[in-house]
């Protein structure tokens, strides 16, 4: 199983980007879908996950309001839609699966399989 995310980049505070996620190798549709992020000097920290049929979506409290993610089954992906960022947005994001469960979780441990991860730098 391959997790590509891409769209990370630079952008001021109060701006928005979107990341995405593709997954190949695997059965997308079965899988719990994350993004989690970590700062400079800090551990990874989960920011946001969604359901196989994207009804259920978890936030960390931090980007909530903020931040949506949602999934496209016949496509592969998982999108993070990100607005109103601010500089403590600033992270490596990465994507992430969970094959063998059925409930969203914030835990990095259910997360079976990684993405390589893409930068957002959020200047004030």
């Known amino acids: 199983v391959q997790l590509q995310a891409f769209g990370g980049g630079l952008v001021q505070a109060g701006g928005s980007l979107a990341l995405s996620c593709t997954v190949s190798?695997?059965?997308?549709?079965?899988?719990?879908m994350a993004w989690f992020r970590q700062a400079p000097g800090s551990e990874r920290e989960f920011v946001a996950a969604?359901?196989?049929?994207?009804?259920?979506?978890e936030y960390v409290d931090s980007v909530k309001g903020r931040f949506a993610i949602s999934r496209d089954n016949a496509r592969n992906t998982v999108t993070l839609q990100m607005n109103s960022l601010k500089p403590e947005d600033t992270a490596v994001y990465y994507c992430?699966?969970?094959?063998?469960?059925?409930?969203?979780?914030?835990?990095?441990?259910?997360?079976?399989?990684w993405g390589k991860g893409t930068l957002v730098t959020v200047s004030s």
């Open positions: 992430a699966a969970d094959g063998y469960s059925s409930h969203v979780s914030k835990t990095r441990q259910r997360y079976d399989y």
């Open positions: 190798g695997g059965a997308f549709k079965d899988y719990v």
């Open positions: 969604i359901s196989w049929t994207g009804v259920q979506a």
